[in-house]
């Protein structure tokens, strides 16, 4: 009974601890990159849509850089259950982080057999502050899902390698394993490591049993190896590797995915990552400052200070783990954490070189270390062990206060992007989320210095240049929205918001050919951008192209039914045509979709007076166009039918 007593109370304390600490993320909205991946993703928003996860559209409609259905199918079940409430979002991270923290302590109690060091790893891992990024940021849970996979993977793999159990429960671990790798894979492709994590675990634990075989003059031991483990385990890693990056690389390849090396360069390359992971290190040790958006100093020499300081700081951890290994286990940490790091150091160029993100999964070693530590420090020091323990618990509590705070600079846009900006004032990227933020609430003029700012500190980055066009031209200043979209489209040619953003100003400029060429060029780049589409339906409405102009129009609604300004464009076709009933309906599901809408009330009014001579629905209609909108182009001319129609 008080054995009972005891598991409950452990299992008790290694769930609570992470939603204790990340209790406060729950009042937290979207922020950052969460406006590409959910608010403005509407193909999260329909079922039907599923399929396209498994097809050559994905990229264009997920939003996601990279291969990674997994993920997009947690924000569709997401959308059905929270719609946009961004705590159903928040809470579901928290979730999932708990998972990995009882998942961390399943597989640090069968790598070490030691229930204290398993819920000592639980615990940093729960608390850590370098890992509250990766909970807080709903569009980077592609983190979250890969080490739940991962973590799954391996506790199976470790299982499918027990002797003990019967050969029929090793085959399905086995194969439970292989599906977990293959999840993880879809949902980041850090999780490529893990076939070297295997060997490096028979390679550290088995050694022994390795060396008494070799000695007994049986198999040698890279016989062994490549013969026997690679034969029985490693080679269905090994496959299912191959077909991911067969998926990844040649069937779902992004066609906008092109990064280079900092400065086109290996050396510098090298340089700038030594210094990162140097920097890393010092992160899981004092972590602090933390910083949504690295700016990566270039280093060009092996002189740089900062290269110096991180080469001597990787030496330093290497040495402090040669000299301290006292069993495989501390080695296995190590290599857990360096080994699962190799595919975020750049060897492939990463659109962001530096994030603390990167650091959810290599953490698993760190904390594994952190619990050995522990353990280890306990019995050196047992008989001064309330005063280490002490030190352990104000570590610990300083670590969930850090997470504490860092989880409300997530609280929204502006919180998140003035306090990154304060820690990275030349965050151009950053710069660019908050203009967003201020030109999505009205405050164009503040969204165009934040703007302003993003292109002084990377005056080649096309999405402030585009957004900054789309500011200008709020304020009425046409032709400088013009320069500044056309210079975001030579920046980066492939950039349908910009093109498509170009075409609303050259309609407006009354300039329908120059309009439609980009329109086009938006859709030969995303032939499921249903903005376009329905803005070059809109066009050819106005250039009497009626039949063209409607399959723009079916096209729009096919990729996004409830389009409301679609239906409305197909209504105003209708009127044109004659077809007064279909037009109506048209309006009917323009006005359900999107009931805020003046021209929708307006064109609804008109219908009710001309056609089904219905006075008062004719009133009501019109009267709310004028409410929505006092300044509308037609407005005189309401407030006369009004004064008509009233009795």
């Known amino acids: 009974m008080l054995n009972r007593k005891y598991h409950i109370l452990l299992f008790a304390i290694i769930v609570a601890t992470p939603l204790v600490v990340y209790l406060n993320s729950l009042a937290n909205t979207f922020v950052y990159d969460d406006y590409l991946t959910i608010t403005n993703n509407h193909f999260i928003r329909e079922w039907r849509y599923l399929a396209a996860l498994f097809s050559k559209k994905y990229a264009a409609v997920s939003n996601e850089l990279t291969y990674r259905p997994i993920v997009t199918l947690s924000y569709f079940i997401d959308y059905a259950l929270w719609q946009l409430r961004p705590a159903g979002y928040h809470f579901v991270n928290n979730i999932i982080h708990t998972v990995n923290v009882v998942l961390l302590y399943f597989l640090a109690h069968r790598l070490f057999g030691n229930r204290i060091v398993s819920l000592i790893s639980c615990l940093m891992f729960s608390i850590h502050p370098v890992f509250s990024e990766a909970v807080n940021a709903i569009s980077y849970r592609e983190d979250l899902l890969s080490a739940t996979f991962l973590l799954i993977a391996f506790i199976f793999f470790l299982k499918s390698s027990d002797k003990t159990a019967c050969v029929r429960n090793l085959s399905a671990f086995y194969v439970v394993s292989l599906i977990a790798y293959f999840f993880a894979l879809l949902s980041k492709e850090m999780a490529i490591t893990f076939p070297l994590l295997a060997f490096a675990h028979d390679f550290i634990f088995k050694r022994k049993e390795i060396v008494s075989r070799q000695c007994a003059g049986m198999l040698p031991r890279s016989f062994y190896f490549l013969s026997g483990r690679f034969v029985t385990h490693y080679i269905g890693y090994i496959i299912i590797s191959g077909i991911y990056l067969f998926l990844r690389f040649k069937v779902f390849k992004n066609p906008g995915e092109v990064i280079f090396y900092p400065e086109k360069s290996i050396f510098i390359n090298a340089l700038m990552m030594t210094k990162v992971v140097g920097y890393y290190l010092k992160l899981f040790f004092i972590p602090m400052p933390l910083n949504a958006d690295y700016v990566v100093p270039v280093a060009y020499s092996v002189f740089d200070g900062a290269f110096i300081i991180s080469l001597i700081v990787i030496c330093c951890t290497m040495i402090l783990v040669k000299k301290n290994c006292f069993s495989g286990k501390w080695v296995f940490a190590f290599t857990w954490f360096f080994v699962t790091m190799l595919p975020v150091l750049n060897i492939a160029p990463l659109l962001n070189i530096m994030a603390e993100r990167y650091l959810y999964i290599p953490g698993i070693g760190f904390t594994l270390f952190a619990g050995l530590a522990f353990n280890k420090g306990f019995q050196c020091f047992y008989r001064r062990r309330h005063y280490f323990l002490s030190f352990v618990v104000i570590v610990c509590f300083l670590q969930m206060w850090g997470t504490i705070q860092r989880n409300g600079i997530w609280l929204n846009e502006f919180t998140f992007s003035t306090e990154t900006i304060r820690r990275s004032p030349k965050s151009y990227r950053i710069y660019n989320g908050l203009g967003y933020f201020y030109y999505n609430n009205g405050l164009i003029d503040k969204a165009i210095q934040a703007f302003e700012g993003s292109i002084q500190a990377m005056p080649t980055h096309p999405k402030a240049h585009s957004n900054l066009g789309a ?104 009127f044109k045509k004659g077809q007064v009933e279909d037009a109506y309906n048209k309006l009917l599901e323009a006005y359900k979709l999107d009931p805020g809408n003046a021209d929708v009330h307006l064109s609804l009014g008109v219908v009710y007076k001309d056609h089904f001579h219905d006075t008062a629905k004719a009133l009501f209609h019109i009267k709310e166009s004028l409410r929505i909108n006092p300044q509308h182009k037609q407005a005189e001319e309401m407030r006369k039918v009004i004064r008509e129609l009233n009795p």
């Open 471 to 574: 500011a200008y031209s709020l304020k009425g200043m046409q032709d400088k929205a013009i320069e500044e979209l056309q210079f975001a489209v030579r920046l980066r040619e492939q950039y349908p918001e910009a093109h498509n953003n170009l075409g609303l100003l050259y309609k407006r400029k009354g300039m329908p050919d120059m309009a439609i060429n980009e329109y086009v060029a938006a859709l030969k780049t995303n032939p499921y951008y249903a903005d376009a589409h329905n803005n070059l339906g809109s066009v050819y409405i106005d250039t009497g192209r009626y039949e063209e102009a409607l399959s723009e129009l079916e096209k729009a609604l096919k990729i996004r039914s409830n389009f409301a300004l679609a239906h409305y464009n197909m209504a105003v076709i209708y």
